[in-house]
């Protein structure tokens, strides 16, 4: 019989992104392997586009049905607070996975596992990951794979082809830059011989898209879905 397996990872996308190499292990370590994974609503369009996932579950905190996280064999938590160490021991999986307390964000979160990590080689977050899949398959996990299958949008191409695209947006507002600084880069870019395109996420980012497009004389995208992003980032010629 195939091995269930619950991946916990609820959020937040750049984190969500940082864990699908240790997906890409478990899945290739695994074979035959059945992978489930619990993510909130923001994080479900990234997940459709990973290659080889058997199955999206939204967040039980959301929908308040805790019955699809059961059934499965092991639970896998990668993102180490009470929540999601609650959610893996709510899944009643015989085996449970997450760092132990001194590498979870919540220390607590660790009481709800049986299988723990107590020790890190890698600094960085994707290796933090693919040690803790290593615990699970008992394979070592190395390699920084992402599975994606990125759907397409030829119109788009027009747009994004070859350009530079310059995103101003960043969740921190003190990590964005000026939009005169925006327009020096975009500037640079020119005299370099790229065309750039400024990219934006919100209304307050298209606010300040814009005006680094009245300095620059740089155009401003449309507004993209996640998909479109993707998309739009592999067509083009690299990305600020």
Sequence with gaps: ???KILIIRLSSLGDIIHTIPAFACI????????IAWVVSKKGREILEMVKGLDQIIPSPFETGNFFKISGFDAAIDFQGLIKSGFLAFL????????FASNLCKEGSAALFYNRKLHHLNGRHVIEKNLALATLLTGQECKSWRF????????ELDEIFKDKVIINVGASWKIKRLQPEK?????EELSNMGFES????????EKEEAQK?????GTPVSPFLNLKQLFYAIKISKGVI
Aim: negative net charge; glycine residues 6%; proline residues 9%.
């Design 147 to 154: 599975p994606f299958e990125i759907p397409s949008y030829p």
């Design 91 to 98: 899944s009643r999986a015989p085996l449970r996975f997450g």
């Design 197 to 204: 395109i400024l990219l934006w996420g919100t209304e307050e």
């Design 212 to 216: 680094a497009a009245d300095l620059s």
């Design 27 to 34: 899945k290739e370590k695994l074979e035959g392997a059945e």
């Design 1 to 3: 019989m195939n091995m």
């Design 182 to 186: 925006v327009a020096k880069v975009a």
